[in-house]
């Protein structure tokens, strides 16, 4: 499931990326491979997203043996409709031109600014919560790790690409290796107050991080979390810093925040107090015509 | 590196602060230390042994020990270590402070800022201390965090909080983009300092939709709720 959620996330991501900066065929594309994905979030949880899968314990439902063939096909196809995206997508120049060398994060940025996931692989930094501190069943399919060194926009995409690909692999490995029992622990005893405990978990964000403090009537005392985009998102300044105004909503996207920050953007001169306001679709156009510019 | 030889490496550097430090669970190292050298602890662990910093946040105990703790994250990824580093501070200080961290661990500036929002605990030398998650219309000083904080109490809305402004740098032009757009989730504000196309410099404003769910889950849910809850984040 965590893999299924990886899949359909980065196909996601490359769909909004290509509409961003005016590749809206790529948008459409992804939006068509990935909805069988959704599809078999449902037929494996009921659910096509937020799936409500997780108990202290275990999980809720199995995964049966019937349904693994079904897996098998839809991960199949998509693999394959994926290979010919990336084949597509990557001889296109103006498009190669909008990601290459722009929202910069330096291996040295990355690790001061302590960023995770796809935005740390992209500049170098080779860390992964399934590799680092594996949970689940991570230890027995480990995926392998993917790491580009331009930290650039291109690097993270890159990423991503290649991600969703290893996923299919895991998913794969996993199901082979899947063993019989029970799906869930049994909890007889009351959760004793004041324990303490730490995980992380590999989003396709970046690592998600929970702390617990136990506490008394059957809640924590405590509870943290920490989803990735905490950590991505202050790096941001450093992203869009020398780069032009046109370059700020791809590269805030190469993070994979949600892209409502783009709605209505405000010029004000500070000289003479003269303000304007793009609208949505108006900063969408400077984007696109940056695209149609290089184009030609 | 294992755990022993991190263990080793903070005993023999901050001996006379260490209250407790124990691996409770393999590779997960639990430090608590004098308030006085948490940051002396942090920076040791970050620019000398090359942790990553995950995250800071703050715990409310006045209930049983009279106090709010205040913690600091650290992993060491390629070894699968974690360091959770606590220190207490006195619920009778009347100014909740410990020294920030930010100054030399940049990612740690959010953390600080949403602690002293939702416990009031003040992060000394901070460099940049202005309202983080709440928003511009909450009272100062009720930080809803805090146990005797009831999740559903809505204060009065009240004007004059909302968190000053950067100044762009001299000459630069200011862009704003955001905060809202109404059909997708998590808006945010970003003000860009341009000169020309170029962009200088940015502040953000965001967390228009924290949900409060850590105060649901320590006061209104059950584990197992908790759960379905942790899933929609």
Redesign the interface.
């Known amino acids: 499931m965590l893999e299924l959620e990886r899949i359909h996330s980065h196909i996601l991501w490359l769909g909004i990326a290509g509409h961003i900066i005016g590749f809206d065929t790529v948008l459409m594309q992804t939006w068509r491979i990935r909805e069988p994905v959704m599809w078999l979030c449902e037929l494996i949880t009921g659910n096509r997203k937020q799936y409500g899968m997780n108990l202290i314990g275990g999980v809720r439902r199995d995964i049966p043996k019937e349904l693994q063939p079904k897996i098998h096909e839809v991960i199949d196809r998509i693999e394959g409709e994926w290979k010919a995206l990336i084949a597509a997508i990557s001889g296109d120049t103006p498009l190669m031109m909008r990601l290459k060398d722009v929202g910069t994060l330096s291996y040295k940025e990355a690790k001061l600014t302590c960023v995770v996931g796809p935005t740390a692989r992209g500049s170098g930094v080779g860390i992964d919560a399934r590799l680092d501190h594996p949970y689940a069943a991570f230890a027995e399919v480990s995926p392998e790790l993917k790491v580009q060194e331009s930290g650039d926009v291109l690097g993270r995409t890159i990423v991503r690409l290649e991600e969703t690909l290893e996923s299919i692999h895991v998913i794969r490995r996993a199901l082979k290796g899947m063993p019989e029992g029970p799906i869930v622990a049994e909890i007889d005893s009351e959760i004793p107050a004041g324990r303490e405990g730490i995980c992380s978990v590999e989003a396709p964000r970046g690592e998600v991080f929970h702390y617990v403090l136990t506490g008394e009537n059957n809640r924590p005392h405590r509870w943290k979390v920490r989803a990735p985009t905490y950590v991505n998102l202050q790096s941001v300044p450093l992203l869009i810093k020398d780069g032009t105004v046109a370059d700020v909503t791809i590269s805030l996207g190469s993070i994979d925040p949600c892209f409502s920050c783009t709605e209505r953007l405000e010029v004000v001169n500070v000289k003479s107090g003269e303000v304007k306001v793009y609208r949505k679709h108006e900063l969408l156009e400077l984007t696109r015509r940056k695209s149609r510019g290089l184009a030609k | 590196m294992d755990a022993r030889d991190v263990i080793e490496k903070i005993r023999e550097r901050f001996r006379e602060n260490l209250l407790s430090m124990e691996e409770?669970?393999s590779k997960?190292i639990?430090v608590t230390v004098d308030r006085t050298v948490l940051a002396k602890v942090a920076r040791f662990l970050f620019e000398e042994m090359g942790f990553?910093?995950?995250?800071g946040?703050g715990?409310?105990?006045r209930d049983?020990n009279g106090d709010f703790l205040v913690?600091h994250?650290f992993?060491l990824?390629?070894d699968?270590i974690?360091v959770?580093l606590h220190a207490s501070v006195p619920a009778s200080d009347p100014q909740l402070e410990v020294d920030s961290i930010t100054p030399f661990?940049?990612?740690a500036?959010?953390?600080e800022r949403e602690t002293y929002d939702l416990l009031g605990i003040r992060f000394k030398g901070h460099p940049d201390p202005r309202r983080l998650v709440l928003p511009d219309d909450w009272p100062a000083n009720l930080h809803p965090l805090r146990k005797d904080f009831p999740h559903d109490f809505r204060p009065e809305p009240v004007e004059g909080q909302a968190p000053p402004r950067k100044d762009?740098p001299a000459?630069?032009?200011?862009?704003?983009?955001?905060?809202?757009?109404?059909?997708?989730?998590?808006?945010?504000?970003?003000r860009?300092f341009?000169e020309g196309?170029?962009?200088?410099?940015?502040d953000?404003r965001?967390f228009y939709n924290h949900r409060g769910?850590?105060k649901l889950?320590?006061?209104?849910?059950?584990?197992?709720q908790?759960?379905?809850l942790?899933?929609?984040?």
């Open positions: 409770k669970v997960k639990y990553r910093y995950i995250v946040a715990t409310d105990r049983q913690t994250f992993s990824d390629p699968k974690y959770v661990i940049p990612p500036n959010f953390a762009p000459g630069a032009t200011v862009l704003p983009i955001g905060p809202f757009f109404t059909v997708l989730e998590e808006p945010a504000y970003f860009l341009v196309e170029t962009v200088v410099d940015t953000y965001g769910i850590e889950g320590d006061s209104a849910l059950t584990y197992n908790t759960c379905f942790a899933e929609r984040i």
